[in-house]
């Protein structure tokens, strides 16, 4: 039974002690998580992918750069050093001490390059889990690149709060220092297309069902409803990697999370519920929803940035991030005006299965500008 | 840091225990296997993949029929059920009972199939890894198929030998009884496209390498050199698969590994070394290798099968199935001539990291046919 694809593993990050008051789910096994997740870090491709966006790199660069206050002379800790290049523009910007810390053995390129560079009297890379690992000090400044696909893919920012609360100073910095969550109406191709290929897949399996009964005797029809099921989520149900144009973002994108990574704890980002209105903006269709994120470099209160920096990835004409957006479809598109309100609901959590993964659902009620009720609908979406 | 691509996993197996009087690596973590490589098995759409290949169909479907007088009354053992369309067989072909394990969840379809087919009074699904059940009595056949990429992909059979020490009646039948692995000479064009791609690959690291400097001050050039390692191993040294053509095969096929399923031991499989020669059929250009597998039903020597059913997936013009061919490129294509001979070594051994996946070390002495030596290579392979 040969076969090509590659498992159920997504790429991901470290098993986070999951803190808080609540029942914590047992801790996933390092290993699993390490076949899961992390592996797809420890390819020098993959970093190279993320080190050609220049969006997410110019943002961090100017975050650092243009708040060298926050970094001359001061102690950093890197979550997730991948290459090193934050940890490397840290101690560039005046560090005393960067402490780069990376699970996979990325650790090692990371190592070559702060040496290469001049900089390893600045910066020890340490490979480990964060939550792991122990510093002889706690820090100044956390920076990390955490962000996955919808802001949680990845669920890495756990590890980031364990680094937190355990590193730094109660005067510390995070950067970023905010994060947001965003969901808009917005019309698109993919739901007519992705409709064809769940119809053109269930044609193919009625085709394939009759030649095993002619051929072979067997009857597969009993498994007719659990393959549709199965398609259903693998084409309508698994949110879908986009770039979407400003154009195709047909109402107010809505506020669906606000995070401060200062104060955020994993409880509330294990679960994120949201209640939000979103104003069509013309006569058009309604095909699905996109999500995104931004991050905000601010400092913190007691020690603001002399720059604010922002990193979004909204749907923009000018660029496109590696993370795109999330396109959530619906199989039926429906026909809206101007003015009509989209009530949302959004409750998004983890996969029991695998908690870098996440589940998402979607309520939706339209009513006219009147007031008048129009239609409504709900589904279950999956962020793979 | 956003990324869509899935672990290092593979689409893979049971962990075995590894039996034999040399030491053995530890036994794989259940769960890492799954991460690694059961779960694509779970997945109906996969079972379908294979229930389309029509070869493979047809083989195993000719294979029971017209051989019933091994099934006929008897008990049978089904390795790795999945759909369980083997298990379905053989009870149609007359089975008393047959016992069909299947380690992933796909054992509820399969249980759903055997009852809408009206047999399950006969086969019992049983969900487990085959080293972890119990059956209360040996029984007659044991029919599996277990076959990946260049045969021993997957380390499968490892769990058909547990099944068959365990299991086998002394006078049982293995469903295959013989397996051949085979290595041929080949001209391609994937020998270009993937030079060409990695020369691309190289290309474009180096305009990413000047830019990270200019933009943003890190010198990579230190990566350039593991950067291009990881490339070569992924364009030159991963064995891709390939659906060849015979008239690509440039030369006599040679049998690097010949397997008897009732008496083979891990140990012959956990490392497999053959020296062959192989003869160039004219004047044309060396570019690689192709690598590919068939398997007999035979029976067995006391109780032979009545019609011999071979189950081949060598190229072939009008054939073409879901294993294809394991081609092993050469990013230097060598000339060759009518008459040449190519002394080849091969060592196929199990990967560190995953047992399920394979390195294999290929060397070539290519000679002319008066004895004089032309050129010889070596190169280190991995199948993924």
Redesign the interface.
Known sequence: ????????????RAPGTVGGVKSSPPPV?K??D????????S????Q?????D?VR?DAY?NAVFENKHHFVGKTVLDV?T??G?LA??SA?AGARKVYAVEATTMAD?AR??V???GLEDIVEVIQGSVEDISLPEKVDVIIS?????FLL??S?FDSVISARDRWLKPTGVMYPSHARMWLAPIKSTLSDRKKNDLDG?MAD?DN?SDE?KS?????????TK??AQ??EK?YIQTAV?NDLNPLQVIGTPTLVKEMDCLTATVSEIEEVRSNVTSVINGHTTLCGFGGWFDVQFRGRKEDPAQQDIELTTAPSERHCT???QQVFIMSNPINVEEGDNLNLGLVMSRSKENHRLMEVELSCEIKEASGNPKESFKKTYFIE
């Open positions: 039974m040969g076969s090509s694809s590659n498992g159920g593993a997504m790429s991901g096994d290993e699993v390490y076949a899961n997740y992390f592996c797809t870090y390819f020098l491709y993959h190279k992918d993320m080190l050609s220049r790199m660069y997730g991948g290459s290049i490397i523009w560039q390129h070559a390059l040496k290469a560079n690149e955490w962000m996955g696909y893919r990845e890495m897949a399996w394939f095993i051929y072979y005797g067997v009857d597969m029809s009993v498994l659990p393959f199965e398609q693998h990697w590696h993370w795109g």
